[in-house]
């Protein structure tokens, strides 16, 4: 079945640092690949999404990029804010599926 | 506001009691879904409907059982609580594959 592996947390980086958080993927065909991320106490919000392989999803600083040949879907933001810090959960659904399957979450903490 | 919400955003009870958790959604989706995330913020999803019809349905206790009244709301109704059943559950709807979901709030369940 489709799976999604992310790496653990939790990550403490210090504000302006470059970060990145690797995911990748197990799923037949072409799914579709999702960031989302869950703030202290709040529901998840959708961060970014990439649909087909070799595009790029992007928002509010963060990007990530379909891979593949990879299989894989890695976050990044290239100077990290103290409010960034967070839960970040990679995601994938599969193709003509309505199920997301999530990554067990990667937690940031950004400190000044 | 357009939104998925969901009541009550925090609920504590005794072990044995029912208890419904309401879902409403003013999106216009079609597709609503249920997840549990334990205390390690795993999700796992746990029933969707499509149109009111079940679509999916994981292996949860049938002391879980979702109601769909139509389709712009999904109810979960959980019976003889148990401890394990402390948890947040999230609300979630969709319009098509491929275009991740949007999340209520949550509702932290807390059995005693």
């Known amino acids: 079945g489709d799976s999604v592996t992310q790496m653990e947390g939790p990550v403490t980086l210090s504000e302006e640092a470059f970060l990145t958080i690797n995911c990748t993927y197990t799923?037949?065909?072409?799914?579709?690949l999702f960031w989302y991320v869950q703030y202290p106490g709040e529901g998840l919000q959708l961060l970014l999404k990439?649909?087909?392989?070799?595009d790029k999803g992007s928002n509010k600083g963060f990007e990530a990029t379909y891979r593949k040949e990879t299989t894989s879907f890695h976050l990044e933001k290239g100077s990290v804010q103290v409010s960034d810090s967070a839960v970040y959960f990679c995601?994938?659904?599969?193709?003509?599926?309505?199920?997301?399957?999530f990554g067990k979450g990667t937690k940031l903490s950004v400190i000044p | 506001d357009t939104a998925v919400s969901q009541t009550p955003k925090y609920l504590v009870t005794q072990m044995g009691n029912d208890k419904s958790i309401k879902c409403e959604q003013n999106?216009?989706?079609?597709?609503m879904y249920w997840y549990k995330q334990d205390s390690k913020k795993f999700l796992k999803i746990m029933f969707s409907?499509?149109?009111?019809?079940?679509?999916i349905n994981e292996t949860v206790p049938n002391r879980f059982s979702p109601k769909s009244p139509d389709k712009a709301h999904l109810n979960l109704h959980i019976n003889s609580l148990e401890l394990g059943d402390s948890a947040v559950y999230f609300c979630?709807?969709?319009?098509?594959?491929?275009?991740?979901?949007?999340f209520g709030s949550g509702t932290r369940l807390t059995v005693v």
């Open positions: 799923a037949t065909g072409y799914p579709s």
């Open positions: 990439a649909t087909k392989a070799d």
């Open positions: 409907y499509n149109n009111k019809e079940l679509i």
């Open positions: 995601a994938l659904q599969g193709a003509g599926s309505y199920q997301l399957t």
């Open positions: 999106l216009g989706h079609d597709t």
């Open positions: 979630a709807s969709s319009s098509e594959v491929g275009y991740g979901y949007t």
